[in-house]
Structure formats: C-alpha cells, structure tokens
C-alpha cells in the first residue's frame, strides 16, 4: 500500500515536496506520475531503491529531485521552480526502474498540486 502527502496550492516559483510511504512489502522503485485535466498520466521521476540512481521527465530536469529514505521505505519529490503547467494530480507508484507506467504494479491515491500563476 502507498500513502502520497504534500500537495497544495502553491504560487509559480514556490517548492513543495511530496512524500510516499509503502508499506506491506518493498520494491525495485518507486516513482511519481501526473495526470493533468484532459491529459494522458505522464511520467514524473523515478528512483531505483537500492542503487539511487534516478530518472526524470524533461520538463522537470533542474526543477525537481527524488530521493529515498529506505529506513522508512519511502521516497520523496522535492519540486522547485514550479509552474502553472506543473498543476497536476501526483500519483506514486511502485514497481520497475522505467518511466513506463506499466511497469508499476502498485500504485497510491493522488494527491493534487496547483501552481498558481
């Protein structure tokens, strides 16, 4: 089970960071996914657990940084810079090492984050 926080309402060029804690059972990765109104989910960021090494979206290089705490089996999201285009629902998700959404089996409820411009 995934359990995402962190979402808000925020202004453009404010920071959130998002957290994701699983619980039940560990994972190859863990990653983030958004899906805006009336778009397709997109890949976000994604971390493998054991390695620490990470993946992003074009449009968030710079701007966001995952990261882990294996400990407590969760990840994080640091955004920065953000966007009004960044407005989303944020999905965690935990599966394989890919930006492929397939590939992740479990996922948690999304937690909304609104850049205001």
């Known amino acids: 089970q995934l359990q995402a926080s962190g979402g808000g309402l925020v202004q453009a060029g404010g920071s959130l960071r998002l957290s994701c804690a699983a619980s039940?059972?560990?994972?190859?990765?863990m990653g983030w996914f958004r899906q805006a109104p009336g778009k397709e989910r997109e890949f976000v960021s994604t971390i493998d657990l054991m390695l620490g090494r990470a993946l992003y979206a074009d449009s968030v290089k710079g701007r966001f940084t995952i990261s882990r705490d294996n400990a407590k089996n969760a990840v994080y999201l640091q955004m920065n810079s953000l966007k009004p285009e960044d407005t989303a629902v944020y999905y965690c998700a935990a599966g394989r090492y890919t930006f492929r959404p397939v590939a992740y089996d479990y996922w948690g409820q999304g937690t909304l984050v609104t850049v205001s411009s």
């Open positions: 039940g059972r560990t994972f190859k990765a």
